[in-house]
């Protein structure tokens, strides 16, 4: 089961939306803005997982995966309804990024008219990104050219491993052979490819993650992401851990995995650009990024989450529910919230500071307040140089102005967020 979204007031009357999505950007512009399409259908459901996902496939009430893109279109137009009446701005979607669950349970045809919707709703910028999550046992090299054809610039597949006892923990139902022959397919058919790792599974060696990194690299993907295994209270893997039948991942264990991979994939030509992303030079997921850096998006399909300005807001997680109100004329959003001013400085700064480029320390000053020749706050010089003097940021970035993680930081990122913000 799923963790219960957070609490949250509804939208007032059908769907409108709080004069906060004006809210601009520190620097008084337009935020870009991004589409994300949740697609909740799985074929197994893996034990770690706590999104919001259903191996249902026929839960009728417009909430079947046959009936999702209709749904899905009824949805999109009431969000444009309610972004026009709220005075957004009309901004073309720069990224479209399709999740779940595995969108590629649905046909290739069905993915193709889920595109089309966002180009028709809010138009899609020339050089849009539009990407897919795919398992590798979901597609093949026909399915992948009806994806390039059908607008789409980039697959991300879920390899999690390339060891068979660690997939098979993590409840994974494709063979580590299958991942080398869909990513050769997807780049023949021009797509960007980008490979997804887990670590951390219990029962994995240093050899098995040693053995999954090599693999990966040998593959050859454009991106790949690396991320450490959390295992959610409610989930099928969590009562494992309760029953003792699986050991609950360590942090030195997962600390240690993080530094290999960084080291391999950095050696292999892969940069950081985020904690838990690398990519080849022209490779990083725009998508990603466009979360990092705070940028307005829409999330449409069952719980799914949505940005704007100062507003957060989540969809309603029952697909049969989520149907139901956009049946009937209603925004499918089941709660949203208003982030007052300190919050959102901490989100700015925990998110920015996840980037390669970090964040500028101007950004912290408060209104009034002395600050260095660089714009540094003065409050802020002897916490810069005490994560600096710890091995957290790197020295000279700091001298000009900049926070910017070493590798050690970005373990403790939480941590350097709490620093700069006083908390």
Known sequence: MSP?????????????????????????????????????YC?????????????NLNMGGGASASDYVSTLAGELR?????????????RAAQTVFLGGGTPTMLPAGDLARMVALVRSTWGLAEDAEVT???????????????LAEAGFTRVSFGMQSAVPHVLATLDRTHTPERVPLVVEWARRAGLSTSLDLI?????????????????????????ISAYALVIE?????????????????????EATKYEMADAALAAAGYEWYEI?????????????????????????????HSHFGDVRMWGLKAPVAWAAQVAAGCL??????????EARELERVMLGIRLREGIALDALARPGEATTSDGTPRRLVPVVARLVGQGLLEAAPALRGRAVLTLRGRLMADHVTGCLVGQ
Do not use: I
């Not at 034990?47 to 259903?54: A, I, S």
């Not at 499918?332 to 001013?341: N, R, S, Y």
């Open 276 to 304: 838990s992303n690398w990519a080849r030079p022209g490779a990083q997921c725009r998508h990603n990024r466009a979360y990092w850096q705070d940028w307005d998006w829409y999330g449409a399909g069952p719980g799914a």
């Open 199 to 223: 670590y951390g599974t219990p029962g994995e060696s240093m050899e098995d993650w040693a053995r999954s990194l090599e693999a990966a690299v040998l593959t050859g993907p454009d991106h």
């Open 78 to 90: 009431l969000a444009r309804e309610a972004m026009d009446r709220a005075g957004l701005p009309k």
């Open 132 to 146: 897919t999550e795919a398992n590798p046992e979901t597609v093949d090299e026909r399915y992948l050219v009806a």
């Open 43 to 55: 074929r197994v459901r893996c034990g770690y997982c706590d999104f919001n996902t259903y191996t």
């Open 233 to 253: 209270e409610g989930t099928r893997m969590w009562a494992q851990v309760r029953r003792g039948e699986l050991e609950m991942p360590q942090d030195d264990d």
């Open 332 to 341: 499918p959003v089941a709660g949203h919230e208003v982030v007052d001013a």
């Open 4 to 40: 219960r979204q957070p609490d949250g007031e509804p939208l007032p009357g059908a769907g409108d939306l709080p004069a906060q999505v004006l809210a601009p950007a520190p620097d008084g512009s337009a935020r870009p803005f991004s589409v994300y399409l949740h697609v909740p």
